[in-house]
């Protein structure tokens, strides 16, 4: 872990030191008010979303972040791009702290970051070309000259991603599913950025086209240097694409590792329970494995459990994990996992 430069008084951003990750984050939280009242409106609550992470993406790798729906995935992955601002904590980009930054000092640092919505029906347009949803942002970030040469750029990004450029004047209804999350990511591209979030793109699509879009991030990343968050929730996706794996619960990492430790040889109950709710195409092998069977619901994150947050649902609790929560700790050559039973 690299030593970060706290900000001094006074300061608006701060080089943190020299170092092989583009992304940083630390003790990173976000929490929702809850408010009550009609004409009054008070906080009752917080939604604890992201309750402190500590994460660090190294340039060129893909980082998968799984876990169940609602364990705040896309909500830490909107606040590393500021998209939601986060409560406390600090999310280093290329060594400035983006949380000390106002939101017009952040524009600039906006071309280098995008992201890749999860509903490709709802994230284009409906009033627009896909030729001018993938051109505009060469026009704002000043990346080409005129509306001609962006046209010509974004025609480029269209074979990119294996589309026709032919089809530039298309409204996007005129697309299926897998073609609209194509313009998506032509859109991303359009930015020259260093850094996207994948915002589960692969979930609202046919399984047929999901192994053809998971093949094509993997192309454009070897092809343009490029460095993913890829969200989902179903392991057997991120296996092909990451280099490695963080495994989030109710607003915390609970294990990070890299892809074949992690399949191999997981470590927290929780994974265990995910990777073995994976069907196996071999109906022998699949009679022959032992499930880690998981108890209940997820608490809600309005009123997380003390101590261990799986306490509640694990099968392997014991008494300090009622009370002492568990912190990321080393135990193999990359592997850090967060539970009572490795320490």
Known sequence: MPTVTRLPAGSTSVREPATDNLVTLRALKVHFPVLSGLLRRR???AVHAVDGVDLEIRRGETLGLVGESGCGKSTLGRAVLQLIRPTSGEVWFGGTDLTKLSDEEIRPLRRRMQMVFQDPFSSLNPRMTVGETVAEPML???LAAN???SRAKAAELFGIVGL???MLDRYPHEFSGGQRQRIGIA???AAQPDFIVCDEPVSALDVSIQAQIVNLFE???DRLGLTYIFIAHDLAVVRHLSDRIAVM???KIVEIAPKQSLYSSPLHPYTEALLQAVPVPDRAIE??????VLQGEVPSPLNPPKGCRLHPRCAKAMSQCRTVEPVLKQQAEGHWVACHLYE
């Open 43 to 45: 906080p009752v609550g």
């Open 219 to 221: 192309a454009l990343r």
């Open 147 to 149: 509306a001609d040469e």
């Open 140 to 142: 704002v970030h000043g």
């Open 287 to 292: 009679k022959r494995r032992k499930r880690t």
């Open 187 to 189: 859109r991303s591209l």
């Open 164 to 166: 026709d450029p032919g």
């Open 249 to 251: 619960y109710l607003g």
